[in-house]
């Protein structure tokens, strides 16, 4: 029987980690090439996607800002670093036969379309896959919280927390602690309150204001993408 898809649109959340791979920095072509075919695969099945990109893979403003930089100027270059792996993303996916639009909060106007809500959900509703850079366009957010953004922006189903290498959310970091044990279903207080650093408070706070679903799951599993879209029970899950 012909899969079928749990959701009609969808917010991807990658972090900047999501596109090193193996590597301990910068950008992974299998990796990028891999999401690319299965984001087609989901493309395939109707489903409308946005994607919102981090940049800690080049770039990481507060840790700069630690370092003595300034936390604005710091966070300005981090979105230039998403925009970095959005062309990055782009290129791969056009080169599977994806149309695909890069949409910048801050003017790259060379390279990248202006963020324009009506715009974004056109080029959604016309199959286009679209890509999120530069965050929300103000210094001191997340792309977290841009994601979560975007997603109620778009009137999205559900926002998609692809991790680098991890399962879902666990009641401990489960790279330094072996007994940490997965969550699998999780209320938006329950998150906000036990501190898993699912995403930032920000972000997090915008989804269940606006009752968005997250789906926290591992990016790096084969198929983990096509497999979540179309309703298999992976990961965890805060409504």
């Not at 989804?207 to 599993?221: G, H, R, S, T």
Request: with cysteine.
């Amino acid at each position: 029987m012909a899969e079928r898809a749990r959701f009609k649109r969808v917010l991807l959340k990658l972090s900047g980690e999501a596109f090193m791979g193996d590597q301990c920095y910068g950008i992974d072509t299998t990796t990028v090439n891999s999401i690319s075919e299965q984001i087609k695969q989901v493309i395939g099945l109707g489903v409308e996607v946005g994607i919102v990109v981090g940049g800690g893979n080049i770039w990481r403003g507060l840790d700069a800002s630690e370092r003595g930089m300034d936390r604005a100027q710091a966070d300005y270059a981090g979105m230039l670093a998403t925009m970095i792996n959005a062309l990055s993303l782009q290129d791969a996916l056009e080169k599977v036969d994806v149309v695909t639009r890069v949409q910048s909060a801050i003017g790259v106007y060379a390279v990248a379309e202006p963020y324009i809500r009506r715009r974004a959900l056109r080029h959604l509703e016309k199959g286009r896959v679209l890509i999120f850079a530069a965050g929300t366009g103000n210094p001191f957010f997340t792309t977290d919280t841009a994601a979560a953004l975007r997603a109620v922006e778009i009137d999205a189903d559900v926002l998609l927390m692809a991790k680098n290498r991890v399962d879902g959310v666990y009641d401990r970091d489960p790279r330094t602690n072996p007994d940490a044990k997965m969550i699998r279903r999780l209320t938006y207080i329950e998150a906000l309150n036990l501190g898993l650093r699912v995403m930032d408070a920000t972000a997090l706070s915008l989804c269940m204001d606006n009752k968005l679903p997250i789906i926290v799951f591992n990016l790096n599993a084969e198929g983990n993408i096509f497999r979540v879209i179309t309703g298999e029970d992976i990961g965890t899950v805060i409504s």
